[in-house]
């Protein structure tokens, strides 16, 4: 069966810290790996990646796709409480299926 | 705004009743998706239309249809409507070409409560 899991499912840090959220999968075609973040409404776009090893970067956000152990870790440098959101993982296999994880709640405290 | 547009952002209905939810996609963007995110089941994909053509079906019920017409925009149908179908719905839109950049955006939701 397919599936997605996240961890950890919550995490609470002070401002400036680091986190790494992680985000395995099992699912059969993939095609590729997928970063949200969602705060009160829609999620909203972070990353998508393809290639394993390659890192995405935007800001303060990175992202590394490991295909041959089949999760992906998504980094956020020096924290702010801007940050704090539930951060989804999505995988889309061939086919144009996706299957997200239950996602991350992260908060940010001052 | 993300550019995706959804109506109406709440409904309440009782059930048994069918509801209509709209999703009129980024302009240019051809291919919608339907996500329905319920709070014991995350984000669950039900189904995607590319130009009018349903594309792929994800874990979507019978009792729910979708479709996406000429102008580009889609509903979804959701009938019989059970407790358990509250949730919030999204819709979300992609261009194809440029999705390793802009990913697919979503629109802010339909919060349905079934009560």
């Known amino acids: 069966e397919d599936k997605v899991v996240q961890s950890p499912l919550s995490l609470v840090v002070h401002e400036g810290d680091t986190v790494t959220l992680n985000c395995s999968y099992e699912?059969?075609?993939?095609?590729?790996l997928l970063w949200y973040k969602q705060e009160k409404k829609a999620p909203t776009f972070l990353f998508m990646l393809?290639?394993?090893?390659i890192e995405k970067k935007s800001g303060r956000l990175s992202s590394i796709l490991d295909k041959k152990e089949l999760f992906s870790i998504l980094n956020i440098t020096a924290t702010q409480t801007g940050d704090s959101a539930v951060y989804l993982c999505?995988?889309?296999?061939?086919?144009?299926?996706?299957?997200f994880g239950t996602g991350t709640s992260l908060t940010v405290i001052p | 705004d993300s550019g995706v547009t959804q109506t109406p952002k709440h409904l309440i209905t009782a059930t048994g009743q069918r509801v209509t939810l709209r999703c009129s996609p980024r302009?240019?963007?051809?291919?919608v998706y339907w996500y329905q995110q319920s709070l014991d089941q995350g984000l669950q994909f039900l189904i995607q239309?590319?130009?009018?053509?349903?594309?792929a079906k994800g874990n979507i019920l019978e009792r729910f249809s979708a479709q996406q017409f000429p102008d580009l925009h889609s509903e979804l149908n959701l009938s019989s409507l059970e407790l358990g179908d509250s949730a919030l719905y999204f819709c979300?839109?992609?261009?194809?070409?440029?999705?390793?950049?802009?990913?697919?955006?979503f629109g802010s939701g339909t919060r349905l409560t079934v009560v």
């Open positions: 239309y590319y130009n009018g053509e349903e594309r």
């Open positions: 699912v059969t075609n993939f095609r590729s």
């Open positions: 999505a995988v889309e296999r061939t086919g144009n299926q996706f299957y």
């Open positions: 393809t290639s394993s090893g």
């Open positions: 979300a839109s992609t261009r194809g070409g440029d999705r390793i950049n802009y990913g697919y955006t």
């Open positions: 302009s240019g963007d051809l291919s």
